[in-house]
């Protein structure tokens, strides 16, 4: 950033003097450190060289996807059939082809910046990512970082999460219309270079083989009554009046204990009557785990939910939700995935653009107070004593290895990194620095006080939850609700829809 001491360099003192002013309970920094240092101190302590994993300098040239369509994108249901051309950052063409988009996404599909889902004619390696077909354009319109999604899949690679999606910041040009900095992203699915479980197949009937790959997702927006309420309509495009018709094509199985629908995402046709087997074997191993997590013996680690559950791997998907107060963490685009022969596992993370203290709702305002453990999963998993003992050790353990400070220089770079070319982009999106949406907490109106203000929220979120969980401040207090007005006069218009009028050929 342009100041000569960084505002992590400032958090950093801020750190140091909350640890003297507890006795050194705090976990707060002995050092300050700017964005052009070559190495750094954890709040820890930790002494050591920049992590190899660190952005180097300032990217003036992007990766570009240029792709151009038969007709307009407009629907989140409808392919339109298309080409693609990637070029790295020299400028080189290194993957081109056939493919089909459509939009994604839930709220963030009615943005005027919009999310794609791409589906390649040929399975292919774009930017150094493993071969796919299947992948996403993340538009992190309400991010105005442009970098939450990053630095939360940078967390959960540090913390060893079985897999974590791979993901390039680009510049996005479709029918010669420049869209902006995107963020190109694995699409999470069960596959060797992805998520590395089994497929099923059909005739996979009998265990071991039956018992996995499942990929799951635990969502809200499938609940039997959610098109019930009228007011959900204008942003669920999926609500054919009161009929949801995502769950009807869609297998769950609904919480008996108030959690979110858990639905199968692979196999995607467990409603066919021939998956049955299939269906029902997943169906009655979740209820086998919730049973087990709310009965008596929950905490018994052969008959309780540990027996179904991959507690580390719930332990580190806690933590990261958790950390940037992640609104769904509990609720939606929760992932899970119960491997052949295994147990349920938590992950991979995913939707982190509305994390980090960009999040103007009740409960999301304040750095303080918790929010994932709210969900009822995570509230019966922290009746356990034993659970809540290995949040706090892994918690520790990360901070004595300088992974929380390390996060924090990592963001700070990589918004300095991309501090050039998002000048590019908001060029183009300039109306987001005067909108207050139901999704905004504050409007600093410019990249770098955007930045600033991100990481001075988690920093702030970092000394709550380090103290409270190490017992050295009451987890009470009085919520802090200031945010902006909601602005009356947003324009939702989504530019570019409309302007094509005659067919382009691929």
Not at 26 to 53: I, K, L, M, Q, Y
Not at 91 to 102: F, H, M, N, Q, Y
Not at 216 to 223: L, Y
């Amino acid at each position: 950033m342009s100041s000569s001491l960084s505002v992590f360099g400032l958090m950093l003192i801020g750190m140091a003097l909350v640890a003297c002013s507890n006795g050194g309970s705090g976990g707060g920094a002995t050092s300050a450190s700017s964005s052009s240092s070559s190495s750094s101190s954890s709040s820890a302590g930790f002494v050591g060289p920049d992590p190899d994993w660190f952005p180097e300098g300032v990217a003036t040239h992007l990766p570009q996807i240029r792709i151009t369509t038969v007709t307009p994108i407009l629907t989140k249901e409808d392919y339109v059939e298309g080409t693609f051309e990637v070029e790295d950052e020299a400028g080189a063409v290194t993957a081109s082809g056939e493919l089909e988009i459509r939009g994604r996404g839930n709220s963030s599909w009615d943005w005027p910046k919009r999310p794609f889902r791409v589906k390649l004619e040929e399975s292919t390696e774009l930017l150094g990512m493993p071969a796919s077909r299947h992948w996403v354009l993340l538009a992190n319109y309400a991010d105005k970082t442009l970098i939450r999604n990053d630095v939360a899949f940078t967390f959960s690679r540090q913390l060893g999460m079985e897999y974590t999606v791979r993901d390039r910041h680009v510049e996005l040009t479709i029918n010669d219309q420049y869209r902006g900095i995107y963020q190109l992203v694995e699409q999470i699915r069960l596959a060797k270079d992805r998520l590395d479980v089994p497929d099923l197949e059909v005739i996979d009937v009998e265990e071991p083989d039956i018992t996995g790959g499942y990929l799951i997702e635990a969502d809200f927006r499938m609940t039997q009554n959610y098109c019930e309420n009228p007011f959900v309509w204008s942003f669920s495009p999926f609500c054919d009046g009161p009929v949801n018709t995502d769950r009807e094509k869609t297998f769950c199985v609904d919480s008996q204990y108030g959690m979110a629908p858990l639905c199968l995402k692979e196999p995607d046709n467990l409603l066919a009557e021939e998956w049955a087997f299939q269906r029902d074997y997943i169906e009655q191993y979740l209820r086998d785990t919730e049973s087990a997590l709310f009965g008596a013996n929950f905490a018994d680690p052969e008959l309780g939910y540990a027996a179904y559950i991959d507690v580390d791997s719930a332990v580190n998907y806690y933590i990261i939700n958790e950390f940037f107060k992640n609104p769904d963490g509990g609720s939606a685009s929760f992932f899970m995935y119960k491997k052949r022969d295994g147990k349920l596992y938590f992950g991979p993370i995913w939707d982190f653009d509305l994390t980090m203290g960009n999040n103007g709702q009740e409960g999301l305002i304040d750095p303080r107070g918790w929010w994932v453990r709210q969900a009822t999963w995570f509230t019966r998993l922290f009746a356990d004593p034993a659970f809540a003992n290995k949040v706090v050790a892994r918690w520790n353990e990360l901070k004595e290895q300088g992974t929380f400070y390390h996060l924090l220089g990592y963001a700070e770079r990589r918004a300095n990194w991309l501090s050039v070319k998002q000048v590019d982009n908001f060029d183009v999106w300039s109306r987001v620095w005067g909108e207050c949406a139901w999704f905004t907490r504050l409007v600093p109106r410019s990249y770098e006080a955007e930045v600033q203000e991100m990481l001075l929220w988690q920093q702030y979120r970092y000394d709550w939850m380090d103290r409270v969980l190490n017992g050295t401040l009451n987890p009470s207090f009085t919520p802090d609700r200031s945010r902006c007005a909601i602005s009356d006069d947003i324009d939702w218009t989504v530019p570019f829809i409309g302007e094509q009028e005659e067919e382009v050929e691929p």
